[in-house]
């Protein structure tokens, strides 16, 4: 209905940038998208690209040629309908335009961890190189989920930390500066998250991109053939000589119509085309974290803003994410006993069993001290019991530590995100028409 009132020549450019691809196959929702404006129409009508497709879009929001515009997909039939918020080139505004939408403690590193899993697993169509590369990922990404909070040291969730691909980009830097060995490096990369990502996604990429090629210039071939046949002048008939026991017979494939190979090729594009879309999510939500920890620095590098790191761990078959925020100043204000020159973290996680949990520590020169918090009376006298065993691990790390343990009601403190909210304005509603 609504391409009908379009210009002609706008109608020609939308079904060109579109075929007959279905919108569900390029957008689904909940997605962040990035986009930019290319120009004014009229009547509130503005034509904007999305993921490599022009497109009509109707807002009520004053839009901007070359403006950058960044949202979240609300709908996708009948129309597609986008929140908008205006995007930047900065890393700065595209922090603060994706935290508007999809703050990390609402994107569990280990729920999209798990999705991703599924994918790998899927055997997707592929050569042998993409397969390998797929095989590496999954055995990255079980390592970095195989945390086991039964046994976790500081060691333990550092290193899961370090390998869930948040350092990549700054590891490099290192490497540039003089101040790591590229053998080391290069080691560390071995089983780095977004390392293993990014190699792959572009192996599939090249996969897809290879595939493509193939099936259009399978196609142009089969037509160009049936093209001349259709074109050859038709003969009289000839009286087939008899067939002896010497002649070769023909392959039986050479007049077999190319619909069976074409479905199936087409079958092999979606499949890895699904593939990439899973891997990206997941890339996504890595490049998310690096971006909402990046901007809670300060020039030198010190926090301002509360850091939060992500450990998956496994429990009863599923993935599961604890969240470890980092607290600058020592977390003043967060507890009486916090003093000068300590780290304080705060440590949040649900378990089967014990349900919510949550433990504030401050940390200093070879001493800990904080409380933990759980539910009710009956998990705090578990952990009460297990007490000693935890005391004894960090007496053993070289630490003098105190914990208490206390059941609390309130079970928003106990789930609180505690990751800065960045205040944003200027949102919209912008409906994308093909």
Do not use: C
């Amino acid at each position: 209905m609504y391409i009908n009132q379009l210009p002609q020549t706008l109608l020609s450019a939308a079904l060109k940038a579109l075929g007959q691809r279905d919108l569900d196959v390029l957008f689904s929702k909940g997605d962040v998208v990035e986009g930019k404006v290319l120009k004014n129409l009229q009547n509130n009508q503005t034509l904007v690209r999305l993921r490599g497709v022009e497109m009509v879009a109707v807002s009520q929001t004053k839009l901007t040629p070359g403006q950058t515009i960044v949202g979240r997909i609300e709908s996708v039939q009948p129309q597609l309908t986008v929140s908008l918020l205006p995007g930047g080139n900065t890393v700065e505004a595209k922090s603060s335009t994706m935290m508007r939408f999809l703050l990390p403690a609402k994107a569990p590193l280990g729920e999209t961890l798990a999705k991703a899993l599924d994918t790998v697993k899927g055997e997707p169509a592929a050569s042998p190189k993409v397969q390998e590369a797929l095989k590496n990922l999954g055995a990255v990404m079980e390592k970095v989920v195989s945390t086991d909070m039964n046994t976790l040291t500081p060691e333990k969730a550092a290193q899961t930390i370090k390998s869930s691909g948040l350092f990549m980009e700054s590891s490099a830097r290192l490497v540039a500066e003089g101040k790591l060995a590229p053998e080391e490096f290069k080691k560390s990369m071995t089983m780095d998250l977004k390392a293993a990502l990014s190699k792959t996604l572009q192996l599939v990429d090249e996969e897809l991109a290879s595939l493509v090629g193939r099936f259009e210039k399978e196609q142009s071939v089969a037509t160009a053939k049936t093209m001349d046949a259709a074109q050859q002048p038709k003969q009289a008939p000839q009286t087939a000589p008899e067939k002896t026991l010497a002649q070769p017979s023909l392959p039986q494939d050479v007049a077999r119509p190319p619909a069976d190979k074409t479905d199936e090729a087409v079958a092999e594009m979606a499949k890895l085309r699904e593939t990439a879309k899973g891997l990206r999510q997941l890339m996504s939500n890595v490049e998310l974290n690096q971006l909402v920890n990046a901007t809670q620095k300060r020039e030198d590098g010190s926090a301002m803003n509360p850091m939060l790191y992500q450990i998956p761990f496994a429990q009863n078959g599923a993935i599961d994410t604890a969240r470890v925020y980092f607290l600058p100043d020592g977390g003043k204000g967060k507890g009486e006993n916090a003093q000068g020159g300590e780290k304080s973290l705060v440590f949040m996680l649900d378990m089967s069993n014990l349900g919510p949990v949550r433990v504030d520590v401050w940390v200093g020169e070879k001493q800990a001290h904080g409380s933990i918090y759980v539910a009710d009376d009956a998990v705090a006298d578990y952990v009460r019991g297990a007490l000693p065993e935890l005391l004894s691990a960090l007496e053993a790390g070289g630490y003098r530590a105190t914990i208490n343990v206390s059941a609390v009601a309130d079970t928003a403190f106990l789930t609180e995100e505690l990751a800065p909210l960045i205040p944003v304005t200027g949102a919209g509603l912008i409906n994308v028409k093909a």
